[in-house]
C-alpha cells in the first residue's frame, strides 16, 4: 500500500452556496460528507482520498492506493472528478505538489484533519490497519530514501564514497543489467541480508540499495519500514503481520539482533517469533522486499531466522565495506557534509582517524559520533571545555574484555598459547595474500577432552569472541548443540539439520558437546549419518566455521575414531585437566573477586581443605564445584547478616565479607544436594 500528500485547486459552480455553509457552520458536516464519499465509503477499493486541511480555494489531501504501480497526478485527479464533479459540482480539478510519504506522516496528516473534525482518524487507521506503531513486542521507523533516478555510475560513485564492498558491486551488476525488464515491478527475484557493524552503517547501505532498486522499477515506493527492538513474544502479533502487508511494494527492514541485552539463549528463546516471523515473510515475499540486518557483535537471532527461510526465499547477503585511510576520509567528509556539521576541519577528521591503515564503514560511524559529540561540547556548548566527566580507567575498561577473562582463567596454559598461535598464523597468512604470496588455508578445527566443569565450553566461547575480535572469525557466533540438535527421526532428516547448523554458525564457532553421543550405543544408526554430513560440511566450511568437538577424555577417542575422515580434519586436541587444589583456590578467589567479595587467609586455608577432599570424589565438578561452594557460602552469610544485623545499618563491609563459618559444612551440603537432584544439575 502506497501513501501520497497532496493538494487540489478547484472551481465550483456554487460558490455562493459554500460560502453560505460556512457561515452558518455546516461546513464540517460538508467536508465529512466528502471525506465519507471519497474514502470511508471505498474501504474495499484500491484508492481512497481524504481532506484534512481546507485554505483558500484548496483542499490539503492524502491518499492510501493499494496498488502496486505509482500513481500520477492526472490518475487521482479522474479518480476525484469521477466522484465530485457531478454530485458536488466541482469542475477543474487540478493536482498539485503530489509526494509520497510515509505512514506514520499519512496518520499525521489524519490527525490534524481530526482536531479540525474533517475526518476520524482512529477509524481510517483501523479500517487500513495500519495501527502498527504502538505495538509493545517490535518498534517501527520509517524513512524515505530520498535517491531517485539513479544511474550505474551514480551508485557505483555513491557506494565507492561509502566503502561499499565487492558483494555491493556485483549486486549493482546485477540490478543494473540490461537483460532485466523495466517496463513494470514484477515481483522480487531476491531479498537481502546486511552484515554490519552498526547501525548507521546498515542503513546507509539500505538507503543506496533502496535507490538503485527504485531506480530500476524493482520498487513502487521509497518508504522503508524498519522494524527493531523485537522481544521473544513477539509471535502471534497481527500488528507485525499487517506492517508486512502493507508494505507491498516498498522495503520492510528486520533487524534480528532483538531486544535483549544476552543473545547467548535467543535459539531456544526466540524458537516462535523465528517460525512467526518466517511465515510471514514467506507469505508476502512476492511483493514486499525483506532486509534482514545482523549485527557483527550482537547477531541475535539472526543465525536460527536466516537458516529457517533461506530454502524457500532467494537471499543475497551483503556486507559492510572496508577501505583505505584516503577512503575513509573520504567517508568523513561524506557524513559531515550530510550532517551539516561544519565545526570541524579535514585536520581534525585526519587526527580522528589516528594510526589505523584500514577502517570499516561501522568504524567511521563510531569516529563520526565522537567527533560530533566532541563538537557538541567544544563548539556549540563551549561552557562544558572544563567540566569534570567520569571517567573509567583502561583497567576497568578492558576488564570485559574476552581476551583479557582468557588470559585471567586459572591454569590452561596451552589452551592460551593454541590461541595466540591461530592468531599469529591468520595474521601472517593475510599479510602474504597482501604480498602477492600464495596464501594457505590451514585447519582450525579442535577438539576439546576433560571432566565437567573444566571450563571446555567457556573457553570455547570466548575462542569465538576473541578471533572475531581478531578478524579470524567474521561473526564470532557460537552454536551450541548436541545429539537432539543433530540427528533427524527420519531417514533423509540428519543431513538436513546438520547443514543448517553450520549455515547458523557461519562466520563463528559450532560446538559440539558430548560429541561421542552422536555414535554412543548407536552403532550403523542416524548418528553416522550425521558424522559423515559434519564431516563433509567441515571441508566446505574450511575458512569459515571453526567447529569444536567436546566431552570425556575417555569417550572421545572411539568417537574419533569412527571416522577416518574426522581425525584428519581436527587440527587441535586440547585436554581439559582437572584441577589441584592450589587452582581450585585460584578460581574461588577470582569468581570471589568479580562478585565483590573479600576472602581472608583464614577462609582460604578452610576451602583448602573442602577442596583436597573435593578432588578425591569422582566426577567432583572441577569449577563447577567452586561456584556451588561459593553460592552456598553466599545463602549462609545471608542467613547470618540477617540474624546478626535484623534492625540495624549494614555497611558495605559487612556485605562484602565472608567469614570461615559460611563454608564450614559446605562440602557435604552440596553432595547432598547434587545426589537428591533428579532434574538438571548446575
Not at 490518475?75 to 457531478?86: A, M
Not at 530514501?145 to 557505483?156: D, R
Amino acid at each position: 500500500m502506497l501513501f501520497y500528500d497532496f493538494n487540489i485547486n478547484f472551481k465550483m459552480r456554487r460558490e455562493k452556496f459554500i460560502e453560505q455553509q460556512k457561515a452558518k457552520g455546516h461546513f464540517i458536516n460538508y467536508i465529512r460528507e466528502l471525506n465519507d464519499v471519497l474514502g470511508m465509503m471505498r474501504m474495499e477499493e484500491d484508492m481512497q482520498a481524504f481532506i484534512y486541511q481546507e485554505s483558500a480555494g484548496k483542499y490539503n489531501m492524502i491518499a492510501s492506493i493499494d496498488q502496486l504501480q505509482k500513481p500520477t497526478a492526472e490518475k487521482i485527479q479522474k479518480f476525484l472528478s469521477e466522484l465530485l464533479e457531478i454530485e458536488y459540482d466541482m469542475r477543474e480539478i487540478k493536482v498539485h505538489n503530489l509526494r509520497e510519504i510515509t505512514v506514520e506522516n499519512f496518520r499525521k496528516m489524519l490527525a490534524r484533519g481530526d482536531r479540525t473534525n474533517f475526518v476520524e482518524e482512529y477509524r481510517v487507521s483501523d479500517d487500513l490497519d495500519i495501527n502498527f506503531d504502538g505495538c509493545r513486542d517490535f518498534d517501527v521507523t520509517e524513512s524515505m530514501c530520498g535517491l531517485s533516478k539513479l544511474t550505474h555510475a551514480q551508485a557505483l560513485e555513491r557506494g565507492q564514497t561509502l566503502m561499499a564492498d565487492p558483494s555491493f558491486i556485483k549486486e549493482f551488476e546485477r540490478i543494473y543489467s540490461k537483460d532485466n525488464s523495466r517496463k513494470k515491478f514484477y515481483g522480487h527475484p531476491v531479498h537481502y541480508k546486511i552484515l554490519a557493524g552498526s547501525y548507521f552503517a546498515a542503513m546507509r547501505m539500505i538507503d543506496l540499495l533502496v535507490g538503485a532498486l527504485y531506480s530500476n522499477k524493482r520498487l513502487v515506493s521509497q518508504r522503508i519500514t524498519r522494524v527493531h527492538n523485537i522481544t521473544e513474544r513477539c509471535y502471534a502479533e497481527t500488528d507485525f503481520e499487517n506492517l508486512v502487508k502493507r508494505a507491498e511494494g516498498s522495503t520492510v527492514v528486520i533487524e534480528l539482533q532483538g531486544a535483549q541485552d544476552n543473545d547467548t539463549n535467543y535459539a531456544t528463546s526466540y524458537e516462535e517469533v523465528v517460525d512467526f516471523i518466517s511465515d510471514i515473510v514467506k507469505k508476502y515475499q512476492r511483493n514486499t522486499l525483506c532486509v534482514f540486518v545482523e549485527m557483527v557483535d550482537q547477531p541475535g537471532f539472526a543465525p536460527k531466522l536466516i537458516s529457517n527461510i533461506q530454502d524457500d526465499i532467494n537471499l543475497i547477503e551483503l556486507q559492510e565495506g572496508a577501505g583505505d585511510r584516503e577512503q575513509a576520509l573520504d567517508y568523513l567528509r561524506f557524513i559531515k557534509m550530510a550532517s551539516g556539521m561544519d565545526y570541524y576541519t579535514d585536520a581534525d577528521l585526519e587526527a580522528a582517524l589516528g594510526d589505523k591503515k584500514t577502517f570499516r564503514a561501522s568504524d567511521i560511524h563510531q569516529i563520526s559520533d565522537k567527533l560530533y559529540s566532541d563538537s557538541l561540547k567544544n563548539k556549540i556548548y563551549p561552557a562544558y571545555k572544563k567540566a569534570n566527566y567520569f571517567s573509567i580507567s583502561q583497567e576497568e575498561r578492558n576488564k570485559d574484555d574476552a581476551y583479557h577473562v582468557l588470559q585471567k582463567m586459572i591454569g590452561l596454559n596451552e589452551q592460551k598459547q593454541i590461541l595466540d598461535q591461530i592468531i599469529a598464523s591468520f595474521k601472517v597468512q593475510k599479510m602474504r595474500a597482501e604480498a602477492g604470496l600464495t596464501r594457505g588455508k590451514p585447519s582450525r578445527h579442535m577438539c576439546f577432552t576433560g571432566n565437567p566443569g573444566s571450563a571446555k565450553t567457556t573457553v570455547a566461547r570466548l575462542f569465538a569472541e576473541i578471533l572475531n575480535k581478531e578478524g579470524v572469525l567474521e561473526t564470532g557466533r557460537f552454536i551450541e548443540c548436541g545429539r537432539a540438535d543433530l540427528v533427524g527421526k527420519y531417514v533423509g532428516w540428519t543431513a538436513n539439520i546438520v547443514q543448517k547448523k553450520f549455515r547458523q554458525a557461519k562466520g563463528g564457532v559450532l560446538f559440539v558437546d558430548e560429541a561421542y553421543s552422536l555414535v554412543e550405543h548407536w552403532a550403523g544408526s542416524y548418528g553416522d549419518e550425521a558424522i559423515s554430513t559434519i564431516v563433509q560440511e567441515m571441508e566446505n566450511h574450511r575458512d569459515d566455521v571453526i567447529v569444536i568437538f567436546a566431552g570425556y577424555t575417555e569417550k572421545m577417542k572411539p568417537f574419533l575414531e569412527r571416522n577416518e575422515g574426522l581425525l584428519s580434519r581436527i587440527a587441535f586436541h586440547l585436554n581439559f585437566p582437572d584441577y589441584s587444589s592450589d587452582e581450585l583456590v585460584d578460581i574461588l578467589k577470582l569468581m570471589a573477586e568479580n562478585k565483590g567479595y573479600e576472602l581472608g587467609d583464614d577462609v582460604l586455608k578452610e576451602s583448602r581443605k573442602i577442596f583436597d577432599k573435593a578432588i578425591k570424589q569422582e566426577n567432583f565438578g572441577n569449577g563447577r564445584f567452586v561456584r556451588n561452594l561459593l553460592e552456598q557460602a553466599e545463602m549462609k552469610q545471608a542467613q547470618r547478616i540477617f540474624r546478626e544485623s535484623s534492625g540495624k545499618t549494614i555497611s558495605k563491609e559487612i556485605l562484602t565479607h565472608l567469614e570461615v563459618n559460611d563454608f564450614k559444612g559446605a562440602l557435604g551440603e552440596i553432595y547432598k544436594k547434587s545426589r537428591s537432584k533428579i532434574g538438571f544439575l548446575n
